[in-house]
């Protein structure tokens, strides 16, 4: 096997190696609402306004070790900094911004529904919210690209929080409800639903490490709310099939390449352990109930010496995270037992100078072709994420984009305007010569 790091000093042109995908592959970016949309209301960004000092204290404790913290510093120790406002103004830009996403080769765009303005009081669906959503639509169709739409990516109504958020024993009820309705209102235009982004990403950050909103650190809670996704999802599956037959419907499922260092036996079985519970048991439990498997893939873990992470990070993203794209074959090989065709609907890098995007994008290509050569299903690759965006607790200085955001100032501080500038970076102009060849 080829030492990784070879590419960065001699990258082999992927053109080069004739790898050939299935006819009619999707190729295309993700977004979420709550990270590009813009003045949305819902408890992250109540969360938001209530801990952006302290995030902002706490910024060089957590991130003063990456290489690029001179670079990053001051907008990570700016309060403002961890205010979503108005995002990336997406709401209002989507043409725009769907006419750079063609204009870059694509063939479809996952985004995701805002719940929070569907439904700002309970039992109140805002028609006018919802033909927004139809107009985002149909400008994607128009433009020739597959909507893939998410019913829900994390933030939740003021409302439901109030009643206890996913923790809630009637969560399942709440969330089947609003997403009976959006079904109804757009099955005429969608092919591709996914119900649910990351659940165990969520479950782990927000009530079993206690990071993001509510901030619960408990592990009875983190299994509740896991048990009311697993039953959530089965509901509003079984609901989408009698509202629409033929729809496909899957979720967003995060998955990890966990490697036992030097296949020693202690490593083999903690790795078999973790894979069952983070890699497949929300798989395993939803099995009769999922037409496809949305994949995430961002993270490589070693297990070493009974301990996990135990990477050598000897290249690593912005935030630290290795770079390690052949770990997307291993996970697509390991997804193969469940004869469900795949969409990688998140794959991509923090990356703000644009330096390694384009070889982890071709290299995680390479890796792709190698899973669909030993008959994996995959379907098609949305690269995270069609822009800069609002990355969660984080706020705004990790850049994943295929398109930078310019967040500066418009004609000075003294403004407080954004200029909100799109530029297309040059990784994903070799992205689109990829799609087109």
């Known amino acids: 096997m080829l030492d990784k790091f070879q590419f960065f000093k001699n990258p082999v042109p992927l053109e080069n190696q004739k790898l050939i995908f299935p006819a009619r592959f ?13 003045n949305n209301h819902n408890d992250w960004t109540e969360w938001e306004k209530e801990n952006a000092e302290r995030l902002a204290k706490e910024a060089k404790k957590k991130f003063g070790y990456l290489q690029n913290w001179p670079e990053i510093k ?9 205010i979503s406002g108005r995002a990336c103004d997406y709401y209002n830009r989507f043409e725009e911004d769907f006419d750079i996403a063609k204009s870059l080769g694509h063939n479809a765009h996952r985004f995701s529904i805002e719940w929070s303005r569907i439904e700002q009081e309970e039992g109140k669906f805002n028609e006018k919210e919802i033909e927004h959503y139809r107009q985002v639509i149909k400008a994607l169709r128009e433009r020739g690209l597959e909507p893939f739409v998410t019913l829900w990516h994390w933030p939740v109504p003021l409302w439901l929080k109030n009643k206890g958020g996913v923790k809630s024993k ?7 409800n609003y997403a009976k309705k959006i ?21 782990s950050l927000s009530y079993l490490t206690g990071v993001w909103p509510p901030q619960r650190k408990n592990l009875f809670s983190y299994l509740r709310v896991i048990k009311n996704l697993i039953k959530a999802h089965k509901q509003i599956y079984k609901i989408i099939k009698k509202i629409q037959l033929d729809a496909q419907v899957g979720i967003a499922k995060n998955n990890v390449y966990f490697e036992a260092y030097q296949n020693k036996l202690i490593n083999r079985l903690l790795k078999k352990i973790i894979d069952w519970w983070w890699n497949f048991y929300f798989l395993n439990r939803i099995k009769k109930y999922h037409d496809f498997i949305g994949l995430n ?27 390690y794209p052949e770990g997307i074959y291993f996970v697509l090989k390991d997804l193969r037992k469940y004869s469900k065709p795949i969409y990688i609907m998140e794959n991509g890098l923090a ?11 071709k290299e995680s290509l390479k890796n792709i072709h190698r899973a669909i050569q030993e008959s994996v299903d995959v379907r098609g690759y949305f690269y995270w994420s069609l822009f800069d965006n609002f990355e969660w607790d984080k706020g705004f200085w990790p850049r994943f984009g295929l398109v930078e955001i ?9 403004s407080g305007g954004k200029t909100m500038k799109r530029k297309i970076r040059k990784s994903a102009l070799e992205y689109a010569k990829i799609i087109k060849k």
């Not at 109804?184 to 479950?203: G, H, K, Q």
């Open 26 to 38: 999707y190729w295309g970016s993700s977004t979420s609402a709550h990270q590009v949309e813009g």
């Open 183 to 203: 079904v109804f209102e757009l099955r005429n235009d969608v092919n591709f639903w996914i119900t649910l982004n990351e659940p165990e990403i969520y479950a």
């Open 297 to 323: 893939h961002y993270f490589y873990n070693l297990i070493k010496n009974f301990k996990f992470n135990q990477n050598e990070n000897r290249e690593v993203s912005d935030l630290g995270w290795e770079i």
């Open 351 to 361: 990356d703000a100078k644009d330096e390694n995007r384009e070889w982890f994008i």
């Open 406 to 414: 310019d967040y500066s100032a418009k004609g000075g501080s003294a």
């Open 74 to 82: 001051e907008q990570a120790q700016n309060p403002q900094n961890y």
């Open 170 to 176: 009637k969560f399942p009820l709440y969330f089947s």
